[in-house]
């Protein structure tokens, strides 16, 4: 008996000791643990921690003002694409396409607008960005540009001769908004309403805001850019317009862009201005009929409408490019083609592109455009837009879509 009591008293003295020596080493860990930061980097966890102290989230990474259309991270966010191929000058005369606002989204459709040009033959969609009284949001652009499917398509951008005084933009160079009232020409004050003007060459604020826009562009790959009624823009001063088009494409040379440089320029006809740009465009002019007039201006305007088809400039101009103009009056080219016939239309079509690809100009097919809401023709998504789409009731898709592959 008194065996086994020595025997248990040693076997309790050897289990306490165990037990100490674990509780030990269990107190030793956690004390080193308590000690250690509450968490730890994960591979889902930014790497770069802002000066505060702040880990920013992913979300608070790519956040994009759309009013400011400001995104000081769009290098982290936007992958670098390859230059885009080279314009194609005869493919741009022959399946150029008025797209206008495709990539601005100024179809209230625009999904549908999208699918149009996607089944279409174009090439070179003319305005396709489009500025009129709006910056550009290039967040949005960036948006539809990847829903286009159809390869190697040639972007415009119009660069419109109306402002909103109202509008707010951010100046990315100087950290501010820019003060789009400083961009306006003398006596131009509400010329398209209230709070719009037209800009001038001469602010050094407009220049600012050309140079960001037109950069961007670049950078997405747009090609083409057009101003709109540029002697509006220029003032009496065309020294501006040479320094502006240079910068242009001094730009887009450094990122290896191959770009073509357009206007509006109406009746102008100083050979050395015309020769400054890849190309000029303007409107057709029209009748009930579908026919068109020969001389240098549309006799039915009071001031001279240039048709620059005349000899007066495209004897001139390196290229010209001709289409259905449109303003939302009854009186123009595309309210004239609405109201016509199916069967009109078609003619009409194949007349205008045969008669001026002939000639080696280029003439660009409807693809959108605005209308007289009460025009009473055939209309797109809404009275006052134009649209060829099957799914709208003027249904000239097919027809435009055959001239431009034949």
């Known amino acids: 008996m008194k065996k086994r009591l020595v025997i248990f008293s040693l076997v309790f003295i050897f289990l306490l000791i165990i037990l100490s020596a674990i509780g030990y080493f269990w107190f030793q860990s956690k004390k080193k643990i308590d000690q250690l930061p509450s968490s730890f980097p994960t591979e889902n966890t930014p790497a770069e921690i802002s000066v505060e102290g702040n880990i920013p989230t992913t979300t608070e990474q790519n956040i994009v003002d759309p009013q400011n259309n400001k995104n000081d991270n769009a290098s982290l966010t936007e992958p670098v694409k390859p230059p885009p191929p080279p314009v194609s000058m005869d493919r741009a005369k022959t399946q ?13 459709e625009n ?12 090439y070179y969609l003319h305005r396709a960005i489009e500025t009129w009284l709006k910056p550009p949001n290039f967040d949005k652009i960036q948006v539809v540009m990847n829903q286009i499917s159809k390869p190697d398509i040639v972007y415009g951008m119009f660069i419109a001769e109306a402002l909103d005084t109202k ?7 100087k950290k501010r ?3 789009f009232s400083k961009m306006c020409r003398k006596g131009s004050d509400n010329i398209w309403g209230e709070h719009t003007c037209q800009p001038a060459f001469s ?8 140079k960001q826009i037109t950069r961007r562009a670049i950078d997405l790959g747009v090609q083409s850019f057009t101003f709109g009624q540029i002697y509006w823009q220029e003032g ?10 240079q910068d242009l494409r001094s730009y887009a040379n450094q990122k290896g862009v191959d770009i073509i440089v357009g206007a509006q320029t109406g009746a102008i006809t100083d050979t050395k201005y015309l020769q400054l740009f890849d190309y000029i465009e303007g409107g057709v002019g029209i009748d009930a009929n579908g026919n068109i007039e020969r001389g240098a201006c549309l006799s039915r305007k009071q001031s001279c409408w240039a048709l620059l088809w005349n000899k007066t400039y495209a004897s001139k101009a390196k ?6 103009d449109w303003t939302g009056i009854i009186a123009d080219d595309l309210d004239v083609f609405a109201r016509m016939s199916p069967q009109k239309r078609a003619l009409t079509l194949q007349n205008l592109y045969t008669f001026f690809t002939n000639q080696k100009m280029g003439f660009l097919m409807p693809f959108f455009g605005v209308l007289d809401k009460n025009n009473g023709g055939c209309y797109g998504p809404k009275k006052k837009f134009y649209s060829p789409d099957n799914n709208y009731s003027c ?3 097919d027809v435009i879509n055959r001239i431009l592959a034949d």
């Open 96 to 108: 150029g396409c008025v797209a206008d606002g495709l990539l601005t989204e100024y179809n209230p």
């Open 111 to 122: 999904f549908r607008f999208v699918d149009l040009i996607n089944r279409s033959k174009c």
């Open 167 to 173: 509008a707010n933009y951010y100046n990315e160079e």
């Open 177 to 179: 908004n820019f003060d």
């Open 203 to 210: 602010s050094p604020e407009y220049r600012d805001y050309l």
């Open 236 to 245: 009496s001063n065309k020294d501006y317009a040479y320094g502006i088009v």
């Open 319 to 324: 290229n010209i490019f001709l289409h259905l």
């Open 395 to 397: 249904r000239d898709e």
